[in-house]
């Protein structure tokens, strides 16, 4: 069995799918999709996720079939379900139900309105992107940090890193490129340094990528 | 145990949960949240959901425990894990990961763009917000149409309802509700006519609400 990623160094999905391949501990081949290119919109990639989006992750069984997955939350879903090892939920129905809330948070409350092809729309349009994108951010942060401090404990939920977590690094690395103050929300802080003093989430970094432009 | 349904009769997030509550066949009271009138955003709804989203499940245990669940595909995991009979997932875990990855379409990568609070606030900012939600809807059911054709039997993922259309369907009402031609997506409009067929759709159709408004 052989793991693809299609991703791109920056892209906050692409981000949590690196972070849930890297706390199972799975070794992946890194295909960059270069976002700023428009390679997402060429026919090789749509060919493998008509959305036009990262991440896609291919999987090539040993038998040679290939599997083809897009959406980095149903990507992680998998990744747990079928190596179970480091989970990325915990055990209980409810916990693992609040930390899919938290994570969609970010998924559907968030990262839709400050993705890329989001903010080439909105900027076409003569709206300010940046400030758009900014008041969900903070809205989203804000609700996040509300709900996170029910079932928090060294991290997100709980005292394991799980698919919350996975969501809420990407976003606050995002965050700082909109100008947000990540102080403002203590515990999210909090979370994030625990979070970046594991190995899995500094190799799953963005600056760390192959395709890293950092000049 | 009670179940308790905060929710808006023409939300879709709120119409996929009801979905999966009847295909379950768990009953519950139906509280009306009137985003209409704002009601989402009062101080009672809040504590609920700070995002100012609706739905809201709470779970009144026997013992007098509540269990606050948001963000719809959250709760719709939940039910299946504590009920799994009438299951909302298949079994093989690349099935699955499909199946969720269609919801995510839905739910990430078109409802952000045309729920109730992104049109008010577009139309704010002197965007064509009808136009601009269109945009997004047609782009999703054409990438749904596609991946879909994969996997799908009678519904979208083989046989069997699941969470894919308990997203789809919502869906599909509110693309005509921005005017979309259903007729475009021929394995869409087959998946609905089934799925609406079925008691549990009917059951949890918008205009069967008791806070309807259908005049």
Not at 32 to 45: C, K, M, T
Not at 112 to 124: E, I
Request: charged letters at 25%; a neutral charge; proline letters at 6%.
């Amino acid at each position: 069995m052989k793991l693809v990623l299609h991703n791109y160094w920056r892209s906050s999905a692409s981000y949590r799918t690196r972070i849930g391949l890297a706390l199972k501990q799975l070794a992946y081949a890194y295909v960059p999709v270069n976002l700023r290119d428009g390679e997402q919109h060429g026919d090789a990639h749509k060919a493998k996720n008509p959305l036009e989006f990262v991440p896609v992750l291919e999987i090539v069984e040993d038998d040679g079939t290939v599997r083809t997955l897009t959406q980095s939350l149903a990507i992680l879903e998998y990744l747990d379900e079928r190596w179970p090892e480091a989970p990325l939920l915990p055990r209980d129905a409810y916990l693992r139900a609040r930390t899919r809330a938290l994570a969609e948070i970010i998924n559907s409350g968030i990262q839709p309105h400050q993705n890329l092809a989001t903010l080439k729309r909105l900027k076409a349009l003569g709206v300010n992107e940046q400030a758009y994108a900014q008041g969900y951010i903070e809205r989203g942060l804000v609700a996040y940090e509300r709900l996170a401090a029910d079932v928090a404990g060294h991290f997100s939920v709980g005292d394991l890193p799980t698919l919350a977590d996975c969501a809420l690094i990407p976003q606050l690395y995002a965050a700082r490129r909109f100008s947000l103050d990540i102080a403002r929300f203590p515990l999210l802080a909090a979370i994030e340094e625990r979070c970046l003093a594991l190995p899995a989430f500094v190799a799953a970094a963005p600056d760390r990528q192959v395709d890293a432009v950092t000049s």
